[in-house]
């Protein structure tokens, strides 16, 4: 079993910036990737960004060039999010793969809010 906790949202104002974190407890030797999803009012879960324990990443074409994502350790990762626009108001997960059955956890998830 793995858990995730998240920090780090808030209010922000277009052009600003935030970093968000998630640490895992429990099984984190047995997580390959971790990654941020997002969910804005009304709209479908959306991925933002992956890691993978080599380090390899990935980013929706939305956020190219603002975010970064980055991992400390096998169960810490980071979301540095910069020139924040308000389409990126949403409520922010962490999300967690175990290696070997590819079972999927998730956070309970951080508000982010950008005001135009």
């Known amino acids: 079993q793995v858990q995730l906790v998240e920090s780090g949202g808030g209010l922000v104002q277009a052009g600003g910036s935030l970093r968000l974190s998630c640490a895992a407890s429990?099984?984190?030797?047995?997580?390959?990737?971790m990654g941020w999803y997002r969910q804005a009012p009304g709209k479908q879960r959306e991925l933002v960004a992956t890691?993978?324990?080599?380090?390899?990443t990935n980013y929706a074409d939305s956020v190219m060039g603002r975010f970064t994502i980055s991992r400390v350790n096998a169960g810490t990762v980071y979301l540095q999010m910069n020139n924040l626009r308000p389409d990126d108001t949403g409520v922010y997960y962490c999300?967690?793969?175990?290696?070997?059955?590819?079972?999927?956890?998730w956070g309970q998830g951080t508000q982010v809010t950008v005001s135009s």
């Open positions: 429990g099984l984190t030797s047995s997580i390959n990737a």
């Open positions: 890691i993978t324990s080599l380090r390899q």
């Open positions: 999300n967690a793969v175990q290696r070997l059955t590819s079972t999927t956890y």
